[in-house]
């Protein structure tokens, strides 16, 4: 049996990489628009979903081969990778993040646009399945509902966006929290708003069979204890 080991996503590198134990890290792949490593962001890979256990897609900003060519290229810039056949399988894309295999779909949201859509795999076929107020970037999922984070905007460049002119059109302002989307109809069913010094939400994750969780900071007299299994 294959030993299992751990995967991320190296923007700065515009590669997947894992640990190493002589480097910063060791590099597993990198797109083929890329023509080698280096420190510059180039396109500004930024998620990765799973299959069965193995990493199958990656979003990219754009595929551009030069630093920080991917901030050209929020408007439509950004692609879909399929990492077994390093084939492009969506492009035309505003900015992709939290890319999520659920069955035959692939889940991902434009954060460009405000959309949390899905592709079906075997036509291709892409929809909008509802649009989020905000800068969304973080993707979970519980029996048909899709849980989403949305964030305020972080520079001037979001006025440039698709999301914002839509949310001038809708009357609508960006905000930050958590959605809840029935992926049956698109509603948003359920949601939490958040105030105060919160203004941007990376990733959301479920915690399944837990009652009463609690997070605990890296520097809390708690985490000895955790660590040592207390």
């Known amino acids: 049996m294959p030993t299992a080991r751990l995967v991320f996503v190296n923007t700065r590198f515009s590669c ?12 597993l792949w990198k797109p083929k628009f890329v023509s080698r490593l280096a420190p510059e962001d180039r396109c500004h890979l930024n ?15 754009s595929t551009s081969d030069a630093v920080e060519g991917w901030r050209g290229g929020r408007q439509e810039g950004g692609v879909l990778v399929d990492i077994d056949s390093d084939a492009i399988i969506a492009d035309g894309l505003s900015m992709p993040h939290s890319p999520r295999v659920v069955g035959n779909f692939i889940y991902y949201v434009e954060s460009g ?21 905000g800068f969304a970037r973080g993707l979970a999922f519980v029996e048909h509902y899709a849980i989403v984070t949305v964030s305020l905007p972080r520079s001037a460049a979001f006025d440039a966006l698709a999301v914002a002119e839509t949310m001038r059109a809708r009357g609508a302002v960006p905000w930050r929290g958590l959605l809840i989307v029935d992926l049956r109809n698109g509603d948003i069913v359920e949601w939490l708003r958040l105030e105060g010094d919160v203004t941007a939400l990376f990733d959301v994750a479920v915690i399944t069979r837990v009652r009463c969780s609690r997070g605990i900071g ?12 207390e």
């Open 218 to 229: 890296p520097g809390a007299i708690e985490m000895g204890a955790v660590v040592r299994g």
């Open 47 to 61: 998620g990765l979903a799973l299959e069965d256990g193995r990493v199958r897609y990656v979003t990219c900003c």
């Open 16 to 27: 997947l990489a894992t640990f190493s134990e002589s480097q910063a890290f060791k590099p």
């Open 113 to 133: 646009r405000g959309a949390l859509l899905r592709l079906d795999r075997a036509s291709g076929k892409r929809e909008d399945v509802t649009f989020c107020p």
